[in-house]
């Protein structure tokens, strides 16, 4: 079954581990080996987390010799705040809803 972009996203973004991979490629291309030095698990574990974030096209494998550099790709992130952008919108007409309200309940207060 096929699971679309989006959700790909958040269900590799879901765990720790995966977000802490992620956090670690910002400062650019490692190996599995040096993305595994942090974490007290096998190598096999952490490839699997690597073909998770792979599949979710957030970061990609490279081969140069015997190097195989892991790149993060940010661009299905784009994606999530294009997402979670609607939902900041929301929130913020809320806010400011609620501050029309409290402002209103402060002048009827104020008044004699």
Do not use: N
Not at 15 to 20: C, W
Not at 79 to 105: C, G, I, Q
Request: net charge neutral; charged share 35%.
């Amino acid at each position: 079954m096929a699971i679309d972009p989006l959700s790909a996203t958040f269900s590799a973004l879901a765990d720790p581990t995966r977000r802490a991979i992620l956090a670690r490629l910002t400062a650019g291309e490692a190996t599995v080996k040096e993305l595994s030095a942090p974490f007290a698990m096998s190598g096999p574990a952490i490839s699997k987390h690597l073909r998770v974030l792979e599949r979710a096209g957030l970061i990609t494998r490279g081969r140069d010799a015997q190097w195989r550099p892991c790149r993060l790709d940010a661009t299905p992130l784009k994606e999530v705040s294009k997402w979670a952008e609607e939902y900041r919108r929301f929130w913020d007409e809320s806010y400011e809803r609620l501050d029309d309200y409290l402002k209103r309940l402060q002048d009827e207060e104020s008044k004699p």
